[in-house]
């Protein structure tokens, strides 16, 4: 799969200008070095990604006014019995990120990624949970998935995650940035809200899929180290 393959179409239909199509493909090669130091940082191959030529943005059904930029999503895709995991990465993101907030974002939804896997591996995904406001999402995010340093032995790549997600991501120079190059200029936008943002399968296409028993071994054992570092932060 091509990960520019939407951009580009977006781009010959007119809908990405071309100086947007330029920056984006320029600054691709910070995205293709992130997945790459993920890769060798956990000893995972990264799922297929590619570049959303939109900005989507998740808002509250509580209240409409209150609403967060997704940067990166994982999503889990079941078609003709077939498994894939594709993680979708936003232009804006690509444009406009710097280094370490991109190579963040990628780890981050590497971490919902090999939950994602952990809890298909325990027929645990029946129906993910949601949160009726953002905060709470973000809370929730943050204490279901792995500990980054069960996962990652790169210290700056631990380092960039830290200081990005303490508590839910928000980088407001980058939001700023967004809304000044991307929003004011009227360009895609993809609106969803926060029950369209969980993942939810049947029990039936949960059985039929196939995972790898090693790859599970291994994620068996990253959950058992994850849990060790969170009980000694605790206690």
């Known amino acids: 799969m091509d990960p520019l393959v939407r951009l580009k179409h977006a781009h010959d239909q007119g809908i990405i200008p071309d100086s947007i199509f330029d920056l984006v493909v320029k600054r691709f ?32 059904q509580s209240d409409s006014y209150e609403y967060g930029i997704l940067f990166a999503r994982t999503i889990p895709v079941l078609f003709e019995d077939k498994f894939q995991v594709v993680i979708q990465i936003s232009a804006p993101l690509v444009a406009y990120g710097l280094k370490g907030t991109i ?88 609106n969803i809200s926060l029950d369209e943002n969980t993942v939810k399968l049947s029990a039936d296409s949960l059985s039929k899929i196939q995972l790898d028993p090693e790859f599970i071994s291994k994620i068996d054992k990253l959950s058992e180290k994850s849990s060790k570092i969170r009980k000694k932060r605790l206690y």
């Open 103 to 190: 190579h963040a974002i990628l780890a981050h939804e590497f971490l919902h990624f090999l939950e994602l896997m952990r809890k298909i591996s325990k027929m645990d995904l029946v129906s993910d949970e949601i949160s009726g406001n953002l905060f709470e999402n973000m809370y929730s995010d943050e204490t279901r998935l792995f500990e980054p340093r069960a996962v990652f032995n790169d210290r700056t790549l631990l380092n960039h995650i830290t200081k990005k997600f303490p508590a839910g991501f928000r980088d407001y120079k980058l939001e700023d940035k967004v809304t000044k190059f991307w929003t004011n200029l009227n360009l895609p936008t993809t």
């Open 29 to 60: 090669p910070i995205t293709v070095s992130g997945i790459n130091r993920i890769e060798k940082a956990s000893g995972f191959q990264y799922p297929v990604a590619y570049v959303e030529p939109s900005l989507v943005i998740s808002s509250s």
